[in-house]
């Protein structure tokens, strides 16, 4: 095969993929986890740390998902194997599509039972079931909220439901007319966040938390910490990307596009922050409590504020709309498949998937209320979805992705894909050969606990150093592209 497969149907325009990937890349964790990472290690210092491992690690492996999902235009299943053949590999390579669409269902099927949280909430929020006086009132709402089988089961149904409804419609009319509102209505309501936030009190000090620039606070942890969501972030490895990247015209720019997706996805995660901590530090709050700050501190916060109601509506409208855009890339791979593989409709696969991962994440659910005494080696079956997928295929995945890409596959099958000029690609390959896989080598490493990885206070002649591999043109000279197969 030397030209790439034709898909079953293509975004309207760059901006459909654009829009449909920062919609898979910015959900729940993205919108108090950034936020408050940032805060915590360093301000500035660490979106500084973070950029850096965007570029260096999350956007070459990002564009090598695009490009493999572009070039062999299926499923992540399908679409390695096409691109594979082309190159005259072992079709073995497959199973790297197999484990990244196995990774994006099992993921979901947790997911639903925390996204489900922020729909239930937003009832609660405009039926005043979040009535409280303090803190502790808040915490037992939450642990009312998950010990309740039939109610935490109700949301969760409910986000599996529109998850289906909105796939099931299809690429265009289902996944692009969706995200194409969604998105833009989120950043809306994040800037009337924000905007009421400069006049609560406490945007100046949200300011400071967020962007002072302070080197010293960027421990080892902080940079992992950026290094590890710079990876995770962008929705890699799961084969939601990889399938959105399917549906890519040819016309478009992998390139561009990707920077825009990082681009986006950098912001609307500063802009939540920026919308999120002038409430907790007008009222006086630990801006460090994680999912608490959502589900516990800011109903609180919001009861004090002038119109709360109002713009706590408005808070968790956003957040079901981030967990629901997230929820249906992670379905579209599985949902590709069975279309281009077992000959049924889209809305015989959506709703044939919708039925095995209800039954999946009821298992998940139950986690919490009646079954929060079934555990295997210490674990819930919702810890073991997050442990597997988090801490191994995801990591996996994409270390498998960048190793075939730069040391498998044909050269000239990615720079036809990626449309570079020569200095360009060199620069690409080597990100992919050599950077990509070792920051990805210490995400894994650090996450299952082999070993501690401690960069100490050098970090800025670190990262000095990271910028100038990475942006220097004496890469992409014609002696170091020779010495690299380009």
Known sequence: MTTSQQPRAQWLGRWGFVLAATGSAVGLGNIWKFPYMTGEHGGGAFVLVYLACILAVGVPVMMTEIAFGRRGRGSPIDAVRRVVAESGRSPGWSLLGWM????????????????????????????GGLAGSGVDDMVAIFVANNENPLNLGFWSTLVTLATMLIVGKGVQAG??????????????????????????GGFGEAWRFLFSFDAGSLSSDGMLAALGHAFFTLSLASGAILTYGSYLPARAS?????????VADTLVALMAGLAIFPVIFANGMDPGEG??????????AFQGMPLGTLFGILFFVMLSMAALTSAISMV?????????????????????????????STLAMLSFNLGADWTFAGRHFFDWLDYLT????????????????GFVLKSETFRDELGLSPRWYALWLFMVRYISPLGILVIFVDALGIARVEFGAHWPWLL?????????????????RKALGG
């Open 464 to 480: 000095a150093v990271l910028v100038a591999v990475t942006l220097t043109g004496e890469l992409a000279s014609p002696r170091l």
């Open 100 to 127: 990244a669409m196995l990774c994006g269902f099992m993921i979901l099927s947790f997911y639903v039972v925390v996204a489900g949280w922020s729909f239930s909430y937003l009832w609660k929020m405009i039926s």
């Open 332 to 360: 579209e791979a599985t949902v590709s498949w069975l279309v281009d593989n077992k000959g049924v409709t889209r809305r015989t696969a959506a709703w044939g998937s919708g039925i095995l991962l209800w039954l999946i």
């Open 291 to 300: 999912p608490g700050l959502i589900f516990m501190s800011l109903p609180l």
């Open 175 to 200: 996944i692009e007319k969706s995200v194409s509102w969604m998105m833009p209505g989120m950043v809306v309501m994040l800037l009337i966040l924000i905007a009421y936030g400069v006049f609560s």
């Open 254 to 262: 992998i390139v561009r596009t990707t920077f825009s997706v990082a």
């Open 390 to 405: 988090s801490r191994w295929m995801m990591p996996l995945g994409g270390l498998g992705m960048v190793l075939l890409a």
